[in-house]
């Protein structure tokens, strides 16, 4: 039989690291939604939900929004991401390099809004 005491120690050590556990769960579980809807600097347009599920798995959003590309570069681009297993069909992958070359195309608008760069 345990005494009071082990018991006692018992308790609060499955406590303890029960809720550590938990805190760490928590803190995944909160972080995954935060960087997978940061879809806020990315302008409205057909394609815009392809390109926010299917270019923010592996790394930023962002990676992709500050580029401003030709549709080309935009096609190749994505032929890359595609080969490290980006989620964009054959189908959706000319919509996806159109919303791209569109919105962060070298004259888009996302362009204007930085220091015209020296050509
Ligand atoms: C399967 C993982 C994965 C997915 C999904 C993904 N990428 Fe990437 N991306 C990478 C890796 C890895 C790199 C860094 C390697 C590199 O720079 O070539 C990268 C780098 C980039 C770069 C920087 C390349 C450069 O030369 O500066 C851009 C732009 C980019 N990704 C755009 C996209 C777009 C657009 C999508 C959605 C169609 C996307 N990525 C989806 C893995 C991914």
């Not at 579980?29 to 057909?46: C, E, V």
Request: aromatic content about 8%; charged content about 15%; proline content about 6%.
């Amino acid at each position: 039989m345990w005494s009071v005491k082990q018991m006692h120690r018992k308790f609060f050590k499955n406590f303890l690291s029960r809720s550590v556990r938990l805190g760490m769960l928590s803190l995944i579980y909160l972080s995954i939604p935060a960087i997978a809807q940061d879809t806020s600097n990315l302008p409205d347009g057909p394609g815009k939900d392809k390109v926010a599920t299917a270019c923010s798995g592996c790394h930023d959003l962002g990676q992709a929004t500050g580029q401003h590309q030709s549709a080309e570069r935009w096609a190749d681009i994505v032929s890359v991401m595609v080969n490290y297993g980006a989620p964009v069909t054959d189908s959706d992958f000319s919509t996806v390099v159109r919303y791209l070359a569109t919105n962060f195309g070298p004259d888009g608008a996302a362009a204007q809004s930085k220091p015209a760069s020296p050509h």
